[in-house]
Nanobody
Framework: VQLQASGGGLVQPGDSLRLSCAAS????????MGWWRQAPGKEREFVAA????????LYADFVKGRFTVSRDNAKTTGYLQMNSLNPEDTAVYYC????????????????WGQGTQVTVSS
């Protein structure tokens, strides 16, 4: 399984970004796609996840309704819509896949994308 994350960039506080994660290879039809982020000097932290078959979602508390995770089954692409961005959201964002559909906010994802940089600054 290969994951290609894209959509990061430099934005101002209050702006929005939509990250994409294109999955290829033998993903199967029942897997979990998660989004994680890592800021300089900090540990990687869970952001959100979506179950590909059911569409069930889970968010980190700090998302506070600002982010929305979704997927396009036909394109095997996941999305993370991020609104009301603030400087604390600055990090490298990673998408990951757990074929077992069980990891959710645990760091047990088997496949990881290369990451896309999100910088929020005025």
């Amino acid at each position: 399984v290969q994951l290609q994350a894209s959509g990061g960039g430099l934005v101002q506080p209050g702006d929005s970004l939509r990250l994409s994660c294109a999955a290829s290879g033998r993903t199967g039809s029942s897997f979990l796609m998660g989004w994680w982020r890592q800021a300089p000097g900090k540990e990687r932290e869970f952001v959100a996840a979506v179950s590909w078959r059911s569409g069930a979602t889970l968010y980190a508390d700090f998302v506070k309704g600002r982010f929305t995770v979704s997927r396009d089954n036909a394109k095997t692409t996941g999305y993370l819509q991020m609104n009301s961005l603030n400087p604390e959201d600055t990090a490298v964002y990673y998408c990951a896949v757990d074929p077992a559909n069980a990891a959710w906010k645990l760091l047990r994802y088997k496949y990881w994308g290369q990451g896309t940089q999100v910088t929020v600054s005025s």
